[in-house]
Every structure is written in C-alpha cells, then in structure tokens.
C-alpha cells in the first residue's frame, strides 16, 4: 500500500513538473488591448516628423514618424507602435493597405507586416538571384532606400529588383529610391536621386540627365515624383526645384514660374522666402491641383495657371512639410516636420492631429 501511495505521490509531482517547464517555454504574447492601455494619449505625441499618413479602409488613420514609430488612431485615441513591439525602425518611410486589410510599414530598416495582431517584418537586403521586371496591379511597391533597386511584394514573397543603372554614369550618382507614382494606366514611376525610371509592366526606361534635357549647371537630385491625372510627370528635387515631364519634353518649371533664386548653388543649400527649389513631397488634389510640399517655404499650388503660396503656420519652428495626403473624405493632410497634421480647409490650414 505505501509503495503504491508513493509511486501516485511520484506521477503526481512528474506531471507539476511538466506543466511549469511546459509553460515558462510560451512566449508572451501582447494583446492589442493591453498594447492601447500601456501607449494610449489623447493627442498626437510626435515631435520628430511626420513621413506618411493613411487612412485605411475602416475609417481609421496611421501616421508614420521621422524617429519615434508609428501612431494609429481610432478617431478616440492614439495607439503607438515601436521596435519594442515588432516594428524593424522606428523611422517611417511609407505606409500601404493590402487587399487583407493588411497594414504595410517601410522602415528604414526593413518591411514589417500588420495584421492587427502581430508584426511580420520583411529584410530588405537584396536577394539572389534578383527577380525580372514584371508585375501586376495587386503587387505592393517598395522603396528600397540606400539600395539601388525596389522591393516589390507579389502577395507570397517579398522581391528584389534591380535598378538598370545608365552606361557610363558617374560614379558618385546614387540610385537609392526616393519615391514612387503610380500613372493612370497603372505604369510605375521611381525616382531615385540621380535619375527617374519608368516601368510600364514589361520593361523599364531610364531618365536621367541628358534624358531629362537638362542644363550643365543642373544636377538631378531627386526626393519626390508624381504622376498626375493628366499624365503629366512633376519631378521634384533638392536643389533644383520641379521637373515637368509632359510625354515628350522637359522644363525647369521652378523656374519656368520665376521660383528659382538668382543667386541659387543648386544644391541643398537654404533657400529664400519665394522660392521652390527643395521639393520633398509632391500631391494633386481632389480638384486636379497639384501640390508642393518645399523644404523650406512651406506649401505651394498650382492650380494651372498661377502659384500660391501658403504658410501653414508661423509658429512651427520649421516649415518643412514631408507628406502631402489626401485621405478618404478627399480632405488634404500634410505632414510636418515639427511633428503635426495639418489639414487645408480651402482658404487657410488647421492642426487636425
């Protein structure tokens, strides 16, 4: 009777064994809730810049910071998301909405997945062998940052895609992509900063500075592009101001509209008060206006025929705007450098977050 009191005595301690051993191997997993109640405000925190902005398809809006991750809000509180919970960088590039309902983060250290729960994070290392120049209209495009090339996500892998560099370039050209538009035919536009390459889904062409039919003083340093709906491509650089590319030919529209200053190096250097050289966002609103978010002269719009130019706050300590969105509602967002959204009401500019 005792042995067998103790063999149960034995079987029982084995198996409260194997239940604590079973359980310190579970990771701890952060629910959504418990992530709302640690990082919840009621206004937008960011002080470092706000690089994108979405509003997906539920009505809701992400922001994308320069330095300190990213912010959701639910149209009551803001959510903020980090490294500490799965994001690769806290610098954020761009943000995009999957078919899924998928959230998709460019970091500057990678891709990362959201799917409302957890994060899947992407490498943006170049893979081998690199795939071919194809695509389709539910592909998700990529900027591949410093790298010369673009990532592209065809719905199972995240690809690698070379960029086809000129012949007989220089050898200080950087190809690292600093934007991307999409044309009403679907076609893509990259710019990165030493030449704008178009893809029409089964071959890509190079722009570059002869192609462009620039000056010998100009030299391209791309941060912005897009296609219009008109089929205009505006080019926007730091240094230069605004490329126009009708189909056919080029212009200097900066300067084209009297925008380039006399004195002018062409390159990063500050610009004055009147001028539209350093131009880092580029949108076209719901009214067919384009819009240029300049580095140091705050908002411009051209409406066909004049410019205007707005300050949208004179108590921002910078006015350098990084994004210019139009969301859901066609309202016109554009992200500031000081760390909030504005929003144009049509005439003058109001903090909306």
């Not at 103790?6 to 992530?35: D, F, G, R």
């Not at 030299?219 to 189909?247: C, E, F, M, P, T």
């Not at 350093?278 to 978010?293: K, M, P, Q």
Request: glycine share 10%; aromatic share 12%; charged share 20%.
């Amino acid at each position: 009777m005792n042995n067998l009191f103790n063999l149960i005595i034995i079987m029982l301690l084995l198996t409260l064994n194997v239940a604590c051993v079973e359980k310190k191997s579970q990771p701890k997993e952060i629910s959504n809730s418990e992530i709302v109640t640690r990082f919840k405000t009621n206004t937008l925190k960011f002080t470092s810049g706000i690089r994108a902005i979405l509003q997906d398809s539920k009505g809701n809006y992400w922001f994308g910071s320069q330095k300190e991750g990213v912010s959701y809000y639910d149209g009551k509180a803001y959510q903020y998301f980090t490294q500490t919970d799965g994001l690769p960088d806290n610098q954020i590039r761009s943000i995009q909405e999957d078919p899924d309902r998928n959230i998709w983060f460019r970091t500057a250290n990678g891709i990362s997945m959201y799917n409302g729960v957890t994060f899947t994070n992407f490498s943006t290392e170049p893979n081998t062998p690199k795939l071919e120049w194809k695509a389709t209209a539910e592909n998700l495009w990529f900027s591949a940052g410093e790298k010369e090339g673009i990532h592209l996500y065809d719905g199972t892998n995240m690809n690698y895609l070379s960029i086809p560099k000129p012949k007989n370039e220089n050898t200080n050209n950087s190809y690292g992509t600093t934007g991307i538009s999409k044309d009403k035919n679907g076609n893509v536009w990259i710019a990165t900063y030493s030449a704008l390459f178009y893809f029409d889904g089964s071959s890509i062409t190079n722009f570059d500075k002869r192609k462009l039919a620039l000056k010998d003083n100009e030299k391209l340093h791309i941060r912005s592009v897009l296609a219009d709906s008109k089929g205009q491509i505006w080019i926007g650089n730091n240094g230069i101001g605004v490329l126009l590319y009708n189909g056919e030919s080029t212009i200097n529209f900066s300067e084209k509209k009297g925008l380039i200053h006399t004195n002018s190096s062409g390159n990063g250097d500050l610009s004055p008060a009147g001028t539209l050289e350093h131009v880092f966002t580029i949108a076209e609103d719901s009214h067919g206006n384009i819009w240029f978010g300049d580095r140091d002269t705050g908002a411009w719009k051209y409406d066909g025929t004049s410019m205007i130019n707005y300050t949208i706050d004179d108590k921002l300590t910078t006015s350098m705007i990084w994004c210019i969105y139009n969301d859901n509602e066609n309202n016109l967002l554009f992200g500031m450098a000081d760390g909030g959204v504005y929003k144009f009401n049509g005439k003058s500019f109001t903090k909306e977050f």
